[in-house]
């Protein structure tokens, strides 16, 4: 994947979990997105469609590593080891 690519993906989703952490997510808006990361409204359609969409990546990323966390683990307390 093209590095300036994966530097707008990585940067609306760090804007959009700041917004998350200050409003609740109905209230958010693309273009309140966009102005706050600095980047054109296109931009952000070119990697997703939604705002639904770009919430569900950032699920996936946080279910991979936790997944990835607890690969291999063989019983409830080895997950709690790692949960903490």
């Known amino acids: 994947m093209d590095k300036r690519y994966e530097k707008k993906e990585l940067l609306m989703k760090e804007t959009f979990k700041e917004l998350l952490s200050n409003k609740y ?16 409204r296109k931009t952000f ?4 469609n939604t705002l639904d969409d770009l919430l569900k990546s950032i699920q996936n990323d946080l279910a991979n ?9 063989d019983s ?9």
């Open 25 to 40: 997510y109905e209230d958010i808006t693309v273009q309140e997105l966009t102005n706050k990361a600095k980047i054109d």
């Open 45 to 48: 359609y070119l990697h997703y």
């Open 65 to 73: 590593k936790f997944n990835e966390r607890v690969k291999g683990l």
């Open 76 to 84: 409830l307390n080895d997950l709690e080891k790692v949960t903490k």
